[in-house]
């Protein structure tokens, strides 16, 4: 059936023609008939009609007349040491993702999971969800010129579920059986079985490269080699660990497109590298960087004030947004046997105390994160309704009774609730585990070890969490210390799952998938630099992940991510932490954006893609 949006086919001319060259003819035309052109369809949107028409010139949120031009000042934290953000080891530099690699089609930020054409003009999804095929625009062309073609895109893909490259790209696109390049300009990707997102995340999240970068060098030894990508920035120059800056690249081939048009503004990007929280913030308020999204509840409310907001030079502003919040929390790594048993580690959320963090400490800007779909649909809520039961009952002997009651929350201590009251819950649920406090104080199991831990950060900011929690535990009679290192080890240690507990941050889009692999399952778990860092491996939640992939409907899609949602919080994997319903933005007045803003974004992809400078304002605000 041919898309809503395809093109009308063209009128074919019928004249008489001897049998056997009928014949001929016919046999030819079957042999031609899969090279055809795929069908026209300019966007794909997963359970839904895509927003934007067919001719549309650009998206609702941008500003499509915005001015270019104009240096935009970033602050990067640590440092980094390459150029390549797709190897495990190392740092990347900041920027590259957003600024130089593009992928084959364009995210709507408006809609909650949707696509349209960037490196490829046409996107023709097969009837039986089993492939899809990609026409790329003729006009799509590397940094150096050079055309992009259907064997770069085969070439990127290759590479990245190969061996050189991070392990989550295998992961991430396991369902893949195989990709054929039809002709110079068409590449289709077949899958292994049903996948409900597939489709859209190579679309969306494939990025693409040139198959001349490094010229033959093994990928995992392109370390400082520039991209060859198609973005639309290159690298003006790199001091390497100190800053990077980008400048715009003035043969950009996408100038022209809907979904490029009002973005990217800045002719430079410059990231500076800040070595703590302290430096970073007074480096912005002395100038020098020009904007900061900001995590910390403290600086938001003491941190930045002055001269320099009260005259209005830099302006601080909260962005509203309907983001799904996912999940934040101190990550229990269950590879340890301290954190094996599911008693410990529901004893150990019960001790953390956020209505007095967010009272005392927060002044009151964060809202409790219960779920790992927080703040969207796919939140699991009270009892189990007959859609998630139908889903649950075909795993009931494998998941405990407990699961069939109701979802989970993080404890509280709002009266009639108490944390002496948690505390004393704590303390049962240790005992049944095997763990009581000895004479000296101490928590201590049967054969005398102390239950002691270390909590790892990368930021002296996580004292403010951490201490508190560390506190209650300690009338606990568990000793839990909190170490800070750089952020090269602290990305190493995580790689490598060789801590006790993190801080685990699992951000949840509107409609969840193949991220969920990567996440939650008993592979990952194995995987060196996975996502799975508490190293849940369940088969139930193997199962229920599976399920989701191969989700027909939304309301399908829904129900299962609600049963994996109460699964999961049912084995106290996280000690959750909280979210901002809102983007903390501070910057400086030269810094304009549109007025209409998107629902689903990121703050800082947000920034570079649609902010621009003000005509005549110079980089102090004058």
Same mark, same amino acid.
């Not at 320099?308 to 269950?334: C, D, W």
């Given at each position: 059936?041919?898309?809503?949006?395809?093109?009308?086919?063209?009128?074919?001319?019928?004249?008489?023609?001897?049998?056997?060259?009928?014949? +001929?003819?016919?046999?030819?035309?079957?042999?031609?008939?899969?090279?055809?052109?795929?069908?026209?369809?300019?966007?794909?949107?997963?359970?839904?009609?895509? #927003?934007?028409?067919?001719?549309?010139? @650009?998206?609702?949120?941008?500003?499509?007349?915005?001015?270019?031009?104009?240096?935009?000042?970033?602050?990067?934290?640590?440092?980094?040491?390459?150029?390549?953000?797709?190897?495990?080891?190392?740092?990347?530099?900041?920027?590259?993702?957003? +600024?130089?690699?593009?992928?084959?089609?364009?995210?709507?930020?408006?809609?909650?999971?949707?696509?349209?054409?960037?490196?490829?003009?046409?996107? %023709?999804?097969?009837?039986?969800?089993?492939?899809?095929?990609? !026409?790329? @625009?003729?006009?799509?062309?590397?940094?150096?010129?050079?055309?992009?073609?259907?064997?770069?895109?085969?070439?990127?893909?290759?590479?990245? $579920?190969? /061996?050189?490259?991070?392990?989550?790209? !295998?992961?991430?696109?396991?369902?893949?059986?195989?990709?054929?390049? +039809?002709?110079?300009?068409?590449?289709?990707?077949?899958?292994?079985?049903?996948?409900?997102?597939?489709?859209?995340?190579?679309?969306?999240?494939?990025?693409?490269?040139?198959?001349?970068?490094?010229?033959?060098?093994?990928?995992?030894?392109?370390?400082?080699?520039?991209?060859?990508?198609?973005?639309?920035?290159?690298?003006? #120059?790199?001091?390497?660990? &100190?800053?990077?800056?980008?400048?715009?690249?003035?043969?950009?081939?996408?100038?022209?497109?809907?979904?490029?048009?009002?973005?990217?503004?800045?002719?430079?990007?410059?990231? #500076?590298?800040?070595?703590?929280?302290?430096?970073?913030?007074?480096?912005?308020?002395?100038?020098?960087?020009?904007?900061?999204?900001?995590?910390?509840?403290?600086?938001?409310?003491?941190?930045?004030?002055?001269?320099?907001?009260?005259?209005?030079? $830099?302006?601080?502003?909260?962005?509203?947004?309907?983001?799904? *919040?996912?999940?934040?929390?101190?990550?229990?790594?269950?590879?340890?046997?301290?954190?094996?048993?599911? &008693?410990?580690?529901?004893?150990?959320?019960?001790?953390? %105390?956020?209505? =007095?963090?967010?009272?005392?400490?927060?002044?009151?800007?964060?809202?409790?994160?219960?779920?790992?779909?927080?703040?969207?649909?796919?939140?699991?809520?009270?009892?189990?309704?007959?859609?998630?039961?139908?889903?649950?009952?075909?795993?009931?002997?494998?998941?405990?009774?407990?699961?069939?009651?109701?979802?989970?929350?993080?404890?509280?201590?709002?009266?009639?609730?108490?944390?002496?009251?948690?505390?004393?819950?704590?303390?049962?649920?240790?005992?049944?585990?095997?763990?009581?406090?000895?004479?000296?104080?101490?928590?201590?199991?049967?054969?005398?070890?102390?239950?002691?831990?270390?909590?790892?950060?990368?930021?002296?900011?996580?004292?403010?969490?951490?201490?508190? =929690?560390?506190?209650?535990?300690? #009338?606990?009679?568990?000793?839990?210390?909190? &170490?800070?290192?750089?952020?090269?080890?602290?990305?190493?240690?995580?790689?490598?799952?060789?801590?006790?507990?993190?801080?685990?941050?699992?951000?949840?889009?509107?409609?969840?998938?193949?991220?969920?692999?990567?996440?939650?399952?008993?592979?990952?778990?194995?995987? /060196?630099?996975?996502?799975?860092?508490?190293?849940?491996?369940?088969?139930?939640?193997?199962?229920?992940?599976?399920?989701?992939?191969?989700?027909?409907?939304?309301?399908?899609?829904? *129900?299962?991510?609600?049963?994996?949602?109460?699964?999961?919080?049912?084995?106290?994997?996280?000690?959750?932490?909280?979210?901002?319903?809102? @983007?903390?933005?501070?910057?400086?007045?030269?810094? *304009?954006?549109?007025?209409?803003?998107?629902?689903?974004?990121? *703050?800082?992809? =947000? +920034?570079?893609?649609?902010?621009?400078? &003000?005509?005549?304002?110079?980089?102090?605000?004058?």
């Amino acid at each position: 059936m041919r898309p809503p949006h395809a093109q009308p086919l063209r009128p074919v001319m019928v004249f008489a023609m001897p049998a056997p060259l009928a014949l +001929l003819l016919a046999l030819l035309l079957a042999l031609l008939l899969p090279l055809a052109p795929a069908r026209a369809a300019h966007a794909l949107a997963w359970g839904d009609t895509p #927003k934007y028409p067919p001719g549309f010139t @650009h998206f609702d949120y941008v500003n499509p007349e915005a001015p270019r031009g104009g240096t935009l000042n970033l602050n990067g934290f640590g440092s980094f040491d390459k150029l390549n953000p797709f190897t495990l080891k190392g740092m990347a530099a900041a920027g590259l993702g957003t +600024l130089m690699f593009e992928t084959l089609a364009e995210a709507s930020e408006d809609e909650p999971f949707s696509m349209y054409g960037l490196l490829a003009d046409d996107m %023709d999804f097969a009837a039986d969800g089993l492939s899809i095929t990609f !026409r790329l @625009h003729p006009a799509a062309r590397f940094s150096d010129g050079s055309l992009v073609l259907a064997e770069d895109v085969r070439h990127s893909f290759e590479t990245l $579920i190969g /061996r050189q490259a991070h392990p989550r790209f !295998r992961q991430y696109f396991a369902d893949v059986a195989r990709v054929r390049v +039809l002709d110079e300009r068409r590449v289709r990707f077949e899958f292994a079985r049903r996948n409900h997102e597939l489709h859209m995340i190579l679309g969306l999240q494939l990025p693409v490269f040139s198959r001349n970068w490094g010229a033959g060098k093994p990928f995992d030894q392109l370390v400082q080699e520039p991209p060859l990508a198609s973005g639309p920035y290159l690298i003006d #120059k790199a001091d390497w660990g &100190r800053s990077i800056t980008y400048r715009r690249n003035p043969g950009y081939w996408g100038e022209g497109l809907a979904v490029r048009r009002g973005s990217f503004n800045f002719e430079r990007v410059t990231w #500076k590298y800040f070595k703590d929280e302290t430096a970073r913030l007074e480096g912005f308020k002395a100038g020098e960087f020009d904007w900061v999204a900001e995590n910390s509840a403290r600086n938001w409310a003491r941190g930045h004030t002055g001269r320099r907001y009260a005259s209005g030079e $830099i302006v601080k502003r909260e962005f509203p947004h309907s983001n799904a *919040a996912g999940m934040q929390g101190f990550a229990l790594n269950t590879r340890r046997a301290l954190f094996a048993d599911v &008693r410990v580690r529901r004893a150990l959320a019960l001790a953390m %105390d956020f209505e =007095w963090m967010n009272r005392q400490i927060f002044y009151g800007q964060y809202v409790r994160s219960p779920s790992y779909f927080t703040n969207s649909e796919m939140q699991a809520d009270g009892m189990p309704g007959p859609d998630e039961l139908a889903v649950l009952e075909a795993l009931r002997d494998r998941l405990s009774p407990e699961v069939f009651g109701a979802a989970p929350v993080p404890p509280v201590t709002t009266p009639p609730s108490s944390l002496r009251e948690n505390l004393r819950q704590a303390l049962g649920l240790l005992a049944e585990a095997g763990w009581k406090v000895a004479d000296d104080g101490r928590l201590r199991n049967a054969a005398g070890a102390p239950f002691e831990f270390e909590i790892l950060s990368y930021s002296r900011a996580l004292e403010r969490v951490a201490v508190p =929690w560390a506190r209650n535990l300690e #009338k606990l009679g568990i000793a839990a210390r909190l &170490r800070t290192t750089d952020p090269a080890l602290y990305q190493k240690r995580a790689d490598e799952f060789d801590f006790d507990v993190m801080v685990g941050l699992l951000p949840a889009s509107q409609t969840p998938g193949n991220e969920l692999v990567e996440r939650f399952t008993s592979a990952a778990a194995k995987e /060196r630099g996975s996502d799975n860092v508490t190293g849940v491996s369940d088969p139930a939640v193997d199962a229920l992940v599976q399920r989701l992939l191969a989700s027909r409907s939304r309301a399908e899609l829904v *129900a299962v991510a609600r049963a994996l949602d109460r699964v999961l919080r049912h084995g106290w994997y996280m000690v959750p932490h909280f979210h901002a319903p809102t @983007h903390r933005v501070a910057y400086r007045k030269h810094l *304009a954006h549109p007025e209409r803003l998107p629902r689903y974004y990121g *703050a800082e992809s =947000w +920034l570079l893609k649609t902010w621009w400078v &003000r005509p005549g304002a110079s980089a102090n605000g004058h």
